[in-house]
């Protein structure tokens, strides 16, 4: 993340909101600054190969359902 110039959890929220499968993403701010914090994931900008980059992290995640 830091190598791209990004906070981690917008990353992470970023690329939830690429995956074709995912209708929404809930959040757990603890305060309106952490709300207003997370919204600058819709600011992140990934190319092909960053997302790809973090699908094979993701790969080893395992499915939550």
């Known amino acids: 993340a830091r190598e791209w110039g990004h906070a981690p959890a917008h990353l992470a929220l970023h690329w939830l ?3 074709p499968a995912l209708a929404s993403a ?13 919204l600058g994931a819709f600011d992140v900008k990934l ?10 992290i993701g790969r080893d995640v395992p499915p939550m359902f």
């Not at 603890?30 to 709300?35: A, G, R, W």
């Open 47 to 56: 190319d092909g190969e960053q997302l790809a980059i973090l699908d094979e």
């Open 17 to 19: 909101f690429t995956r």
């Open 26 to 38: 809930i959040v757990g701010p603890e305060s309106p600054e952490e709300l207003v914090k997370n």
